[in-house]
């Protein structure tokens, strides 16, 4: 069945340092993958996906993903992590079976410390 | 944006009683979906639809019921509320063919007391 792992819960991490948050998925089929990010009180953003093509995937506020089939992984970096990067980040799992449900994980509250 | 309302945004009701969130889309989007957003758990699917009269049941569905008579809206109703319905409850829609992102409603925080 798929599922979807992301193991830290809390990432605390100091302005400017690097940063990653993992995401491992379990599935027999083609997947797309997702990262969505949430601000308090807010919905959930696209950040960035996955969907065929280059490994290597990027956003527009420097955070990059690399999907990983061997290790079914699709860990979120970024190199230098700014106070507003302060959020909640979910990694999420869409088989490529036409109903284009999503799996999310639990989600890793990232907080920037100063 | 991708055209996506709910409403109520805000709701504190009473258990036992009937409750109706709604989801209104701008751009006539075939795939439309339910979650509930708990600590810990992330969000998880209620239910979906396909199109109008189109639905299907997710992961967490007990409890609840959903309606599609138009494309623009996506309705989720407990019919009797309970404490454990208490949650933030997102609507998403899938855009566009060969695009398999979704996008995110607001939210609604519901308080069941």
């Known amino acids: 069945a798929q599922s979807v792992t992301q193991l830290d819960s809390q990432v605390p991490v100091f302005e400017e340092a690097p940063v990653e948050l993992r995401c491992n998925y379990s599935?027999?089929?083609?997947?797309?993958l997702f990262w969505y990010v949430q601000y308090p009180n807010q919905g959930l953003q696209l950040l960035l996906k996955?969907?065929?093509?280059?490994?290597l995937v990027e956003s527009i506020n420097g955070f990059e993903a690399e999907f990983n089939k061997s290790q079914t992984s699709f860990h979120l970096r970024k190199p230098s992590v700014h106070i507003s990067d302060t959020a909640e980040y979910f990694c999420?799992?869409?088989?490529?079976?036409?109903?284009?449900?999503?799996?999310f994980g639990t989600g890793t509250r990232l907080k920037v410390l100063a | 944006d991708a055209g996506i309302t709910q409403s109520p945004r805000h709701k504190v009701t009473e258990t036992g009683t009937p409750v109706t969130l709604r989801c209104h889309q701008t751009?006539?989007?075939?795939?439309m979906y339910w979650y509930r957003q708990d600590p810990g758990h992330g969000l998880r699917l209620i239910h979906y639809?396909?199109?109008?009269?189109?639905?299907d049941k997710g992961e967490v569905s007990d409890g609840y019921s959903v309606s599609r008579s138009k494309t623009e809206d996506f309705l989720l109703t407990l019919e009797s509320a309970t404490s454990s319905q208490t949650s933030v409850y997102f609507c998403?829609?899938?855009?566009?063919?060969?695009?398999?992102?979704?996008?995110f409603g607001p939210g609604t925080r519901l308080l069941v007391l």
């Open positions: 999420a799992v869409s088989e490529d079976s036409g109903t284009y449900k999503y799996i």
């Open positions: 599935s027999s089929v083609s997947v797309y």
């Open positions: 996955y969907l065929s093509g280059s490994t």
């Open positions: 751009e006539n989007h075939r795939y």
């Open positions: 639809s396909y199109g109008v009269k189109d639905t």
């Open positions: 998403a829609i899938k855009v566009g063919v060969g695009e398999e992102t979704q996008y």
